[in-house]
């Protein structure tokens, strides 16, 4: 019995570490500093995060505001003033509007839904998933075979088709209004499967373990093993592919904007800009395009390129 | 064999099935399918006389009957917006995206084939290394925005191809084609490698991975062994045996092909059967809705089945295991 008890530990003698000096020395932490890509693609993310969160205080013009707009303005190329005196460092679009504004602008949009759209997806999939893997059986049969069905169709189909009902279902005077919400379901209903695929496999291992068992044995609700004791342990691949999945939705979204079933042209996200900019490519105002396209291409990349690392870093095996 | 084709067969059937009961609540409850037939004039009873003769009364299932019996003889009603018969709509685009698809299929497979080949057979070099970096850039890059960027170097800074449209097409019988004109073709080149980049990296990559997993094996050690020829070891041996994934999975994408093109047919305004659903979409045109869902369903479950048919030609260890002997 006496040797149970705590006479001057090892650990004690080492000089606390604090939190910070944990996260910093931790597997995970490791391998992002080792990696230059990794950093530099978490820079560029943390970047647009933040351009997009403070759009209103950072940027030049308030391109939504029609009092602020001037038509004299338009066309201006990038870094120029305009025959009014305003200067626009990335140029300005038909209408006179900042293209560095609308960008910060629409960045805000487009990670707004891919946010929301990849949250919905998450939550939709692992609860089902979860379900699927626990229950077993008919219930388990009949998830996983709506999920098979839908992997075998391309998301944007998916995507078109949620999109393409609820249009139907909602009376036109709320079109504009519901858009947004619209395409964050379609979005996310189009992405589901992944999740729940990955999390009943999971799910189906852990509930062999014996803390499950033991939690079961002592009469512990179901909804609370699931949530509180088989959760925790199948969220890492979810991370992953959450991750990955963001990126799919930032694009996912841009196409179906710049197809011109996404948001209201009132709100214009990246896809947006990038479908009004291409008709300006053939008459050579190719900056209202050009720097759009470049903030989505980065956004994905980075997004994309964190995902990977992710993956690497959470799953020692393939190291 | 037979039974696994049955069962195939079956699975097959119940897709088919569930997707036509989607296209159905589609076609019967978005929007009222009667309100698109009368004026604003037409009296109570008269609606409820037209709502009897075209039998929305009659029960659910016997409707949903009828909606398959008139789906499998290629019927599917008026499309609201161009007020024609919306088969005769999709047959008569379905040339130009069958043409669209087949072209970007043919240049995915040849240069996914060769590129990934290539970076297989000579792994350490630099051309491999770009040609892997650009591939994940390939992937992760939107497809609007390379079909963009190829319309913004190739027909406005060098003028060298057109960027929209078909070109000129001739009449060959019910099919269009533009494959017999300069025109045409020109017009095809664009699109098609805008469509055929992301299947294109996909096999690559496979081939590639493929081909290094094979020439690490023994039988290709005792080729090299018994003094074969460079290249009757890499192609007579090693290449045919990478084939039968890359057959798979390029089948299994010709579907998603014929899905991506709405995205490449709007970018280049190609008259195909994806700009006639993105057009539905937008004016919520639900009989064409419904029909390119059962249409695009079709084409994947038949593709899927005639896939897994050959899998299971080419492959003998699969006709085993399917037998029950082995694990």
């Not at chain 2, 390939?138 to 190739?154: H, N, W």
């Amino acid at each position: 019995m006496s040797s149970l008890e705590p006479s001057t530990p090892v650990a004690a003698v080492a000089p606390p570490r604090s939190f910070l000096r944990r996260v910093w020395d931790s597997d995970v932490f490791f391998s992002f500093r080792r990696s230059p890509v990794t950093i530099a693609a978490a820079l560029v993310t943390v970047l647009m995060v933040g351009a997009a969160l403070f759009a209103p205080w950072i940027a030049p013009y308030d391109p939504f505001n029609p009092a602020s707009l001037n038509l004299m303005d338009g066309f201006t190329p990038p870094m120029s003033t305009s025959m009014t005196g305003n200067y626009f460092l990335l140029g300005s679009d038909h209408q006179g509007r900042d293209v560095l504004s609308t960008i910060l602008y629409g960045s805000r949009v487009s990670l707004f839904v891919g946010l929301s759209a990849t949250l919905f997806a998450i939550v939709l999939g692992v609860s089902l998933g979860l379900t699927a893997g626990y229950r077993g059986g008919m219930t388990d049969s009949i998830i996983m075979r709506v999920a098979d069905i839908q992997l075998s169709f391309p998301a944007i189909l998916i995507a078109l088709l949620i999109f393409g009902i609820a249009r139907g279902i909602i009376p036109p005077s709320r079109h504009e209004s519901m858009a947004i919400w619209v395409l964050i379901a379609a979005i996310g209903l189009s992405n589901w499967a992944q999740f729940a695929r990955t999390v009943r496999g999971a799910t189906m291992v852990e509930r062999q373990k014996d803390y499950v068992s033991a939690a079961r044995i002592m009469g512990v609700n179901p909804l609370r093993i699931l949530i509180r004791h088989i959760l925790p342990n199948v969220l890492g691949p979810v991370l992953v592919i959450g991750t990955i999945g963001l990126a799919l939705a930032i694009i996912e979204e841009a196409t179906l904007s710049f197809l011109g079933v996404g948001v209201p042209p009132t709100q214009p996200s990246l896809g947006t800009l990038i479908r009004i900019g291409q008709g300006f490519l053939f008459s050579g105002e190719w900056w209202i395009l050009f720097f759009p396209a470049v903030t989505l291409i980065l956004l994905a990349l980075a997004v994309n390129l964190l995902g990977d690392w992710l993956r690497d870093a959470l799953n020692p095996r393939l190291r | 064999m037979l039974a696994f084709i049955l069962r195939r067969l079956a699975q097959s059937i119940i897709v088919m099935l569930v997707v036509a009961l989607v296209a159905f609540m589609l076609f019967r409850y978005v929007g009222d399918p009667v309100a698109g037939l009368v004026g604003q004039d037409t009296r109570l009873h008269e609606i409820e006389e037209l709502r009897e003769r075209l039998g929305l009364n009659d029960p659910f299932y016997m409707q949903f009957a009828r909606f398959i019996g008139n789906a499998v003889q290629g019927e599917f009603g008026i499309s609201y917006r161009l007020q024609q018969p919306v088969t005769e709509l999709i047959v008569s685009r379905l040339p130009a995206t069958i043409e669209l698809a087949f072209a970007s299929a043919l240049i995915a497979l040849v240069f996914g084939v060769v590129l990934g080949v290539f970076t297989a057979l000579r792994p350490r070099t630099f051309a491999t290394g770009l040609i892997m970096t650009l591939s994940l850039i390939g992937v992760s890059l939107p497809t609007f925005l390379i079909g963009i960027g190829l319309i913004y170097v190739f027909a406005v800074e060098l003028q060298w191809l057109p960027s929209f449209g078909r070109g000129q097409v001739i009449d060959l019988g019910w099919w269009r084609t533009g494959l017999l004109t300069e025109s045409g073709r020109r017009s095809l080149i664009l699109p098609a490698i805008t469509l055929s980049l992301f299947q294109l990296t996909l096999i690559m990559r496979l081939v590639r991975a493929e081909m290094l997993e094979v020439l690490r094996q023994d039988y290709i050690r005792f080729a090299r062994a018994r003094g074969l020829s460079k290249r009757a070891i890499n192609f007579g041996h090693a290449l045919k045996n990478t084939m039968v994934p890359v057959i798979t999975i390029t089948g299994l994408q010709l579907g998603s092909v014929i899905a991506f093109s709405i995205v490449t047919e709007t970018v280049f305004q190609w008259p195909g059967v994806g700009s006639l659903f993105i057009n539905s979409v937008q004016v919520v045109d639900v009989p064409v809705m419904a029909a390119y869902l059962m249409f695009i369903a079709f084409v994947f479950v038949v593709i899927n089945l005639i896939v897994d048919i050959l899998y299971y030609a080419v492959d003998p260890r699969l006709r085993v295991h399917g037998i029950g002997g082995g694990k």
